[in-house]
């Protein structure tokens, strides 16, 4: 009998507790940067960073380049994806929320290689409840 009440109580709080509130689609983003490399050392992108009231969907993180150079991508300053070589492709979907960042690096020992990256993200709006 105890257990059946503990069940029932629990399942009513699960049904009566409240998200911090609901996502709404607001833009495609296409992040597409490229980084040449000058010494034997990683060359950082720019940081993105979600914005206030945002949080962003992650669908894809491509690289490209010759396979000379190691590439890494970076979220809030952990590596995520490390020591890239020729052409990758994720294929996990994650989450960022609001202040989150992200960012590339590249690395060679042959100065002045390029490669490319490239991040397919959803934008959705925080709607308070």
Not at 32 to 44: F, G, K, Q
Not at 56 to 76: H, T
């Amino acid at each position: 009998m105890k257990k059946i009440l503990l069940i029932i109580t629990l399942a009513i709080f699960a049904f009566n507790s409240q998200a911090q509130g609901r996502l709404q689609f607001n833009q495609v983003l296409t992040i597409d940067t490229a980084i040449t490399t000058s010494n034997s050392n990683y060359i950082h992108s720019n940081e993105y960073i979600v914005p206030t009231n945002k949080v962003w969907k992650v669908c894809r993180l491509f690289y490209n380049e010759s396979g000379i150079a190691r590439a890494q991508f970076l979220l809030n300053n952990i590596k995520i994806a490390t020591e890239i070589t020729s052409i990758y492709s994720n294929s996990e979907v994650f989450w960022m929320k609001e202040s989150d960042t992200i960012k590339f690096g590249l690395k060679s020992d042959i100065n002045g290689v390029t490669g490319g990256f490239l991040v397919s993200i959803i934008e959705f709006n925080i709607i308070p409840e």
